[in-house]
């Protein structure tokens, strides 16, 4: 007989609104106190003490907008927020600072969150969602050059960019740019040429969410329906559908691999968090704690599989941490 899934490691209460993104930062040499950063729709970054399990700091640089994506630049002291007041802010929080230090102004109205890539010690490259409805913006930071703007060519209806993810199929190599639009498909661009490579429609709705395998070549998107979407990307840069899998039921906010590529986890409308064995897809459990849409799914970076954690918020204004399938 099955197991009965756990009970959450533990729960982060006091963001007193929605959670929508999450970004750990646990790997760190010790004694460097592992955390976790969570941006909520009051427009406040949280960063919790993951060994008291309380707020170490609260960040407010979006004039209380909703926070929807926060992401790390090499370590915990150098952080990127994005919120719905159409700024992407940098933070150095080096020796208790607490203020931007710079911002990039997108005049995107969507929710699609950036992506970041580091290309070389000191040196990224951040995809967002332009002005234009259809365009894709690449910047190089910190010197926010503008690489390339990316829009579908000839008359293409995509709709909005959703959700992005850049990658690089190996060191040295040009970087590539995976896109799902809200016509249900997913576009891997290349971004040095600024073209796109292929075109794959994955869903009928729009896609909410995707994460890639650049090891496998194998990608996976959730939208607003009832269907995990896997899809592969062969030598010729083609993407094409791998397989489907069926959900019980409809909304997936989230989806992230685990960074050993063993397993993923969905956050869904349904207040459920899913997990998956990546390799086959096959379910393995389902977290049930959130009262309320679960909007985001993080997995930690520590450097030991052992300690790998999973955090999931949601509009409950909770965040719930759990240690699951650390054996394998």
Not at 8 to 15: A, K, M
Not at 27 to 37: A, C, K, R, T
Not at 221 to 248: A, C, D, F, P, R
Not at 271 to 295: E, M, S
């Amino acid at each position: 007989m099955a197991l009965p899934p756990p009970d959450p490691q533990f729960v982060l209460r006091g963001t007193s609104a929605a959670v929508h993104t999450l970004r750990f930062s646990c790997g760190g040499p010790e004694p460097d106190i592992p955390v976790l950063f969570s941006g909520s729709e009051n427009g406040i970054i949280h960063v919790w003490n993951l060994k008291t399990h309380r707020v170490g700091t609260a960040l407010d640089g979006h004039g209380r907008k909703s926070i929807y994506c926060v992401e790390t630049m090499g370590g915990k002291d150098r952080l990127l927020s994005q919120g719905r007041d159409q700024r992407i802010c940098f933070w150095d929080l080096a020796e208790g600072r607490t203020s931007v230090t710079d911002s990039v102004f997108t005049e995107h109205v969507g929710f699609c969150r950036c992506s970041l890539l580091k290309v070389a010690q000191g040196r990224w490259l951040m995809a967002m969602a332009a002005r234009g409805l259809e365009e894709v913006q690449v910047l190089e930071l910190p010197s926010k050059t503008s690489v390339c703007t990316l829009k579908p060519e000839g008359g293409a209806k995509l709709g909005m960019p959703m959700c992005l993810k850049l990658w690089q199929p190996s060191s040295g190599s040009q970087p590539l740019l995976l896109a799902g639009y809200e016509d249900g498909s997913v576009v891997l661009w290349n971004v040095t040429m600024g073209k796109a490579l292929s075109q794959l429609v994955c869903h009928q709705e729009p896609v909410m969410s995707l994460d890639f395998d650049s090891e496998k070549a194998k990608g996976i998107s959730g939208s607003s329906e009832k269907v995990l979407s896997i899809w592969s990307l062969n030598e010729q840069q083609n993407l094409q559908v791998y397989k489907t899998h069926k959900l019980v039921n409809t909304g997936i906010s989230d989806v992230t691999i685990r960074p050993d590529k063993k397993i993923l986890a969905t956050a869904g409308w349904d207040h459920r968090i899913r997990i998956f064995g990546w390799k086959k897809l096959k379910p393995l459990a389902v977290l049930d704690y959130h009262t309320a849409t679960a909007h985001c799914v993080s997995f930690s970076d520590h450097s030991s599989p052992r300690d790998t954690l999973l955090a999931a918020g949601s509009k409950d204004h909770r965040i719930s941490v759990w240690s699951v399938y650390t054996q394998t």
